[in-house]
């Protein structure tokens, strides 16, 4: 059960200092922004920042504080008629033994008034709660990007290891540095010139945007697209289920000029790279979309590093997988030993915990990023700012909850 709450102050301290007072520890802060609040038709108002938030009642400890007191109030209960029954032994004068049961009594009604407020007090913080409100708030807006309980974990780890008290009170700055551990987190990929022709195969599950995806690298390094130094390519396509798929690259290269081979044998493809050796880069698109193209992906890369070639294999993944299924795909592919990812779809999803964090617990570089269908345009080589541009609330302005209630 939560209750939700609304401070404002001069800053941001001054309203977090009013959060806490009034609402404790256990108060967790959600979001703030700056508001002008107070003055007199429109003059001597203040601008000050608002900050919003909620408090998690837990009924269970509610419960267990209640049963608690009950069987406090049971023991002095009957503390109170041993106390009786000794004051009428005792004989004892009728002022003390009136004198006792008053106190008795008092004590009674004051435990009786604790049970009864008992529904709005405020529940005992329990152990997650008792932190700094800077690191409930980070740890709602890695949460709100979907950044997986591993990263979450290692992010207020570092936190709680490297930032003093003093410094949690600088949210902004807290936030700033937690930014920069996300990008220290990211690995991007670096192209080696190791001879020719570098072979480049993209591998990943079916519709993910493997096609246009080497459609589009192809109009980077054929054509000098965006800037890159233009190379003489070649277009390799084991796609042969779909003559719609042969047609699509086909098409592709026609237009790009580039040559483009179907290929159906490990023979083929061995003449085909033999043939390629004038060319400084061969890009080949693959399917996966059985057991059997599996093994035949698995074959065609030992058979690739039998010929020399330098190969790289980067799997190409859609960001908009759901963490659990992209776990699934990042182990399914770990057999072709891929160097890199290649995140398509961007343009799809508005967050990027799950994939980041993905790619920190795997320890694997990003090399492409797609964010579009339009071919060439919409590819652009891995960057911190681009993978770090759709993360929420770390920066002053920006949203900081993406509106899902929990
Ligand atoms: N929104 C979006 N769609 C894409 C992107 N890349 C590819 N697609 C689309 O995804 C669909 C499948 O693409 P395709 O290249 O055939 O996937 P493949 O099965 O992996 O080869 C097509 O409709 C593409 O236009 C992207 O970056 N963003
Ligand atoms: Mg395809």
Redesign the pocket.
């Known amino acids: 059960m939560y209750q939700y709450f609304t401070e404002s102050g001069d800053s941001f301290q001054e309203a977090m200092e009013k959060v806490k007072v009034k609402y404790g520890t256990s108060a967790q802060v959600l979001g703030h922004r700056t508001v002008t609040y107070g003055g007199f038709l429109g003059f001597f108002q203040k601008e000050g920042i608002e900050v919003n938030g909620c408090i998690k009642h837990d009924a269970g400890a509610a419960d267990r504080e209640r049963a608690k007191l009950e069987e406090e109030k049971r023991k002095i209960l009957a503390l109170a008629e041993a106390k009786a029954q000794a004051a009428q032994v005792k004989a004892a004068s009728e002022e003390k033994r009136e004198d006792q049961l008053k106190a008795v009594l008092d004590e009674m009604r004051s435990l009786q008034e604790k049970v009864d407020k008992l529904p709005e007090k405020l529940p005992q913080a329990d152990a997650g709660s008792r932190d700094h409100p800077t690191l409930l708030l980070l740890e709602g807006i890695l949460e709100d990007n979907e950044f997986s309980p591993a990263f979450i974990r290692m992010i207020l780890d570092r936190l709680r290891r490297e930032i003093t008290m003093d410094g949690l009170a600088d949210t902004e700055g807290t936030l700033a540095k937690v930014r920069v551990w996300i990008s220290e987190s990211v690995q991007l990929f670096q192209e080696k010139r190791a001879g020719k022709p570098r072979v480049f195969i993209?591998v990943?599950?079916?519709?993910?945007?493997?096609?246009?995806?080497?459609?589009?690298l192809a109009a980077v390094y054929g054509l000098g697209f965006g800037g890159q130094e233009r190379q003489k390519l070649s277009l390799i396509t084991i796609?042969n289920y779909r003559i719609g798929?042969k047609m699509?690259i086909e098409s592709y290269g026609e237009i790009m000029g580039i040559p483009v081979t179907c290929i159906e044998s490990y023979d083929a493809l061995r003449q085909r790279i033999e043939l390629d050796s004038d060319k400084d880069m061969v890009l080949i698109?693959t399917?996966?979309k059985s057991p059997k193209d599996f093994v035949k992906l698995a074959e065609m890369r030992q058979l690739l590093e039998g010929t020399g070639r330098p190969t790289e294999v980067h799997l190409?993944v859609?960001?908009t997988t759901k963490t659990k299924d992209l776990r699934e795909i990042f182990q399914q592919f770990e057999p072709f030993g891929y160097q890199s990812v290649v995140l398509?779809?961007?343009?799809?999803t508005s967050v990027v915990g799950n994939l980041l964090s993905l790619l920190w617990e795997k320890q694997k570089p990003v090399s492409f990023?797609?964010?579009?269908?339009a071919v060439p345009q919409?590819?652009h080589r891995a960057s911190i700012d681009k993978l770090l541009k759709p993360l929420l609330g770390f920066a002053p302005g920006l949203p900081l909850r993406t509106g899902k209630e929990t």
Not at 204 to 216: E, Q, R, S
Not at 344 to 348: G, M, V, Y
Not at 369 to 373: C, E, K, N, P, Y
């Open positions: 993209l990943g599950p079916t519709g993910v945007g493997k096609t246009t995806t080497i459609a589009k796609d798929a699509q698109d399917i996966g190409a859609s960001a398509t779809k961007l343009d799809e990023l797609t964010d579009g269908q919409d590819i």
